[in-house]
């Protein structure tokens, strides 16, 4: 871990990946650079921004100013914020705007927004043209410390989260930490539970620091600021050392195979956000790794402890509409866990801690423990 930058420092993370290799930009008022930079990087480009309607009323207008002031025509697409775009539907909309607009094999798409932007975005220019090259400015901190890096691209499918998608890597992340100011206090929370991650499955040292710190993230300034570019430090050196997920980057998935099928449960509802899913997901991994005999309850009870203090939920309980049917159910989460993409010859892969700060790859996890560890779980008082 290296120390607090000063707050107005903007700070380079480079995604080394030879030929394909690609700044993310992080600070105060970097979106405002984003047309030199786009200027620089490709010279006479024409561009098109995916955003959803929030963000658009917030961050389109300086988005396409900047844009502007560089000499670089636009056109802006639009949709609908929250999950329900990341679909079928989601991708036909974007895919024939992008069309209609004409970008070409040349050009640029700029996604602006959170996760769900960044990912339905990049996939359409995955697939425009057999793929047409794309810029992230995450607006959500959980698009800033995770989704904008590392290319995993997609859409879900009713039956599980991010079932269709590419690998297509950005050229450039412009992560302006002003924009998070607009977020509501909901959202940042769901997108601390993958900054705790980056401590939980590789950095000890951040997490301890996380533990001490985590308020003055919530509050803006260089914690803030530290947060992200640790995180974005730490995915960067997997993601360049093992890009398209074959070994190490199954370990960023911690959390996500309980987490996922939480979600498809509630059917990518506002129910529970992406990072809530991953809360709780995390927290039945540390747990399920203690109930193994890999970590001591006392380091499962440490990462829920943070988790909760930053205001997450942990629990299945905490879910809204608990009780309804396919979520207090084993089997059907079973069933919604078996299409997790890290699935290998029908048998469960579970990325658990061996400490906290050492996240390990479990393949071939028998599902009769998993299932009753989710019993157990289910029957805990509401
Ligand atoms: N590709 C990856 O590596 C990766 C990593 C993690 C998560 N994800 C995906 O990301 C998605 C979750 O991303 P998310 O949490 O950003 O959700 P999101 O994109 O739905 O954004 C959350 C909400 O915040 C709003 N919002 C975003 N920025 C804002 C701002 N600056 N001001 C005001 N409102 C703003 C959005 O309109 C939306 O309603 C999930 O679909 C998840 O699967 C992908
Ligand atoms: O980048 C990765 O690799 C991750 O696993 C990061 C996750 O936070 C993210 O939610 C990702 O989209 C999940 O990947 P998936 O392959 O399980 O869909
Ligand atoms: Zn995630």
Sequence with gaps: MTAPLKHSDPVNVDVALGDRAYDIVIGRGVLASLGER???????????????????????????????????PTSRIVVEEGEISKTYAGLEKVSEALIAAKIERNDLVIALGGGVVGDLAGFAAAILRRGVDFVQVPTSLLAQVDSSVGGKTGINSPQGKNLLGAFHQPVLVIADTAVLDT???????????????????????????LEK????????????????????????????RDERE????????????????????????????????????????????????????????????????????????????FAQEGLADADALMALMAQDKKVKRGKLTFILLEAVGRAVIAKDVEPAPVRDFLKEKLAQKA
């Excluded at 539970?193 to 997490?207: P, Q, T």
């Excluded at 003055?216 to 997997?238: L, N, P, Q, Y």
């Excluded at 809530?276 to 380091?299: C, H, R, W, Y």
Aim: proline share 2%; glycine share 12%; charged share 20%.
């Design 183 to 209: 977020l509501s206090p909901r959202q940042f929370r769901a997108g601390y539970a993958e900054v705790a991650k980056y401590g939980v499955l590789g950095d000890e040292a951040f997490f301890s620091w």
């Design 38 to 72: 786009v200027a620089a990087l490709r010279p006479g480009v024409r561009t098109a921004v995916v955003t959803d309607r929030t963000v658009a009323k917030y961050w389109l207008e300086p988005t396409e100013a900047s844009l502007a002031a560089s000499g670089i």
């Design 246 to 321: 074959t070994g190490e980057r199954a370990r960023l998935n911690l959390g996500h195979t309980f987490g996922h099928a939480l979600e498809a449960a509630t059917g990518f509802s506002d129910r529970l956000f992406h990072g809530e899913g991953v809360a709780i997901g995390m927290t039945l991994a540390a747990q399920f790794s203690a109930k193994l005999g890999m970590i001591g309850e006392t380091e499962a009870a440490r990462v829920e402890r943070h988790l909760i203090e930053a205001g997450l939920p942990t629990r299945l309980q905490d879910i809204a509409g």
């Design 213 to 240: 710190n985590h308020s003055d993230i919530f509050k803006g300034g260089s914690a803030r600021e530290h947060a992200i570019a640790t995180s974005c430090r730490a995915k960067a050196g997997v993601v360049s």
